[in-house]
């Protein structure tokens, strides 16, 4: 009897990191549920892969109402999800803490860290009953002090939150992994970042980290681009 095809929910799918890793899993077999809030985005990424792979979901993680209806059609669609790539996330306002716009303040911590926390919460059913993984896009600026950075602050949380869960969640036989990348050339940047990571460098992470046998749990994974390793 042939194994049901596993499924993977990512959120910030649109563009970037999570644009990139919808490709990698999609093509290397996975289900993919893609939620982001540009559906014709997500839309032509489906263009790109097998037929019957992948559903576009238009998701707020801002909002929590929002996200267990983006689930539940995930799961409708292919029976189980086997694993959550909590990815969405944005920048800030330059400023620091002297000067930067509250507003920004309020647009991070909604989304890079109270979404996460939404997605998480709302996702732990499908991901208990399939024993299943949670990946979360954390950051290198999680493990540093950049000064007057509220991204960086909200990175510091990501982390937190991940290793927090790690403990709520041993038992259970599901795992949890922090992928902390320094700098990756996306969007995100106005200018391009030639010695940056690639979305790609950081979907394979994910990859990885989800290819382990059952009993192997990949707890953190820091990427850095060479030219900024030091």
């Known amino acids: 009897m042939t194994e049901p095809r596993r499924t993977i929910f ?34 032509e990424i489906c263009d790109e892969l097998p037929d019957g792979q992948t559903l576009p979901l238009r998701c707020d993680v801002t ?5 267990g209806p983006c689930l539940e059609q995930a799961h409708q669609k ?17 400023g620091g803490f002297s000067e930067a716009p509250t507003d920004s303040w309020r647009d991070i911590v909604n989304t ?14 499908f991901i208990k009953a399939s024993k299943g993984h949670i990946i979360i896009t954390g950051s290198v600026a999680g493990r540093r002090t950049l000064k ?16 927090n869960l790690r ?8 795992r949890v992994t922090l992928i902390e990348p320094g700098m990756v050339d996306t969007a995100f940047f106005d200018d391009p970042k ?6 790609d460098d ?26 900024k390793a030091e």
């Open 10 to 43: 990512i959120t910030g799918a649109s563009s970037g990191i999570g644009k990139a890793t919808a490709l990698r899993m999609g093509k290397a077999g996975w289900n993919v549920a893609l939620a982001a809030r540009s559906m014709r985005s997500l839309k």
């Open 63 to 67: 909002d929590y109402d929002n996200i």
């Open 78 to 94: 292919f029976g189980q999800i086997n694993a959550l790539f909590a990815n969405a996330g944005i920048g800030g306002a330059p």
């Open 112 to 125: 890079n860290i109270l979404g996460l926390a939404y997605t998480v919460q709302a996702t732990l059913p």
């Open 148 to 163: 007057g950075s509220m991204y960086s602050v909200s990175k510091h949380a990501a982390n937190a939150l991940a290793y």
């Open 167 to 174: 403990e709520e969640l041993a038992g259970t036989g599901c």
């Open 194 to 199: 030639p010695d940056a990571l690639r979305p």
């Open 202 to 227: 950081v979907a394979r992470a994910v990859f990885y980290a989800t290819d382990q046998p059952e009993h192997v749990e990949v707890g953190d994974l820091l990427i850095m681009p060479v030219a």
